[in-house]
């Protein structure tokens, strides 16, 4: 069993940065992939970044050289760190954990992400 809980999420001026903080309580290292996904309003929900147990990232093009997915293994956290934000980064941001690939995993609440002059 696993609990993510997010936080970070606001409003930033566009170049911005900002980090958002994923905790995880439960089974966390045992968690295959951790990733974080955005929704905006009327799109569909896609991969922002996520992380294997062992390390390796995968970022969604749209991110890329901006993004910066990563964990504490002793805090259970795990993070997004987002630099020169843009307004088309504007989305619902959601963590999400998997055992195996293929399926939904975990979900947490998602936190609002704003990025406005």
């Known amino acids: 069993q696993v609990q993510l809980v997010e936080s970070g999420g606001g409003l930033v001026q566009p170049g911005g940065s900002l980090r958002l903080s994923c905790a995880a309580s439960?089974?966390?290292?045992?968690?295959?992939?951790m990733g974080w996904y955005r929704q905006a309003p009327g799109k569909q929900r896609d991969l922002v970044a996520n992380?294997?147990?062992?390390?390796?990232?995968n970022y969604a093009d749209s991110v890329k050289g901006r993004f910066t997915i990563s964990r504490d293994n002793a805090k259970n956290m795990v993070y997004l760190q987002m630099n020169s934000l843009k307004p088309e980064d504007t989305a619902v941001y959601y963590c999400?954990?998997?055992?195996?690939?293929?399926?939904?995993?975990?979900w947490g609440q998602g936190t609002q992400v704003t990025v406005s002059s």
């Open positions: 992380m294997y147990s062992g390390g390796s990232t």
């Open positions: 439960g089974s966390i290292f045992n968690i295959l992939i």
């Open positions: 999400n954990a998997k055992q195996v690939p293929g399926i939904n995993g975990v």
